[in-house]
Each structure stands twice: as C-alpha cells, then as structure tokens.
Nanobody, 124 residues
Framework: QVQLVESGGGLVQAGGSLRLSCAAS????????MGWFRQAPGKEREAVAT????????YYRDSVKGRFTISRDNTKNTLYLQMNSLKPEDTAVYYC?????????????????WGQGTQVTVSS
C-alpha cells in the first residue's frame, strides 16, 4: 500500500504563503487520485483540493478558490498544495490522501490512504 508523508507546514502571518508537499512511496500517476484535506480543532475533516488520476479533474472548496493550487509532479511521485493569501481560518492540520477512483469525491470514506498530517497555523 502507498505511504504518504506530508511536509511544509508551519507558522505564517495572514497574507503569507506556504507550499505543502506530499511524498508518496510509489508511483501515483495514473494509479491514484490525490487530495488535500484539513481538520481544525473541534471541526470535521474537510476536503480542500483534489486532483484526479491523470490530472484532468481538479476540485477546490469554495473558500480556497483563487488562493490555493494543487499540483502533482509525476516524476517525483509528489503532490503539492501552494497556499497563498493565507487567512487565520486556514489554520488546521493538513492531510494528504490517495484513492483508487478515477475521479475522486470529497467523501472521506472513499479515500484509502492517509498521511500523518502537517500543522498550518496562520496568525492574524
């Protein structure tokens, strides 16, 4: 089974940027759809952005559209999330996930593999 390791989280001021990375232990291009999720304290985990197996379908939740960009480097088996214009409400633990669906959904139970998460804190 694929193993996922996130990195790139940290503390940033509002308006700043961070780039999260998710390194996979095996080839993901054409095999897995990938996604970024987040969970703030006391809240449910939610989908932030997803990208289909071949990268043809991308989803962003409304609150991050125009600010976040999901991408995948197939040569490195790595998924990225570029986060710009960060807001305090973006503070959460961010998780990388993979699923075998050709076109992924945002339903958590449809995702098969999860990373351990990386903390993102945005100060006001």
């Amino acid at each position: 089974q694929v193993q996922l390791v996130e990195s790139g989280g940290g503390l940033v001021q509002a308006g700043g940027s961070l780039r999260l990375s998710c390194a996979a232990s095996e080839r993901t291009a054409g095999v897995y759809s990938m996604g970024w999720f987040r969970q703030a304290p006391g809240k449910e985990r939610e989908a932030v952005a997803t990208i289909s197996r071949y990268g043809s379908t991308i989803y962003y939740r409304d609150s991050v559209k125009g600010r976040f960009t999901i991408s995948r480097d197939n040569t490195k088996n790595t998924l990225y999330l570029q986060m710009n214009s960060l807001k305090p409400e973006d503070t959460a633990v961010y998780y990388c996930a993979a699923c075998s669906a050709m076109i992924p959904t945002t339903t958590l139970r449809s995702w098969d593999y999860w990373g351990q998460g990386t903390q993102v804190t945005v100060s006001s």
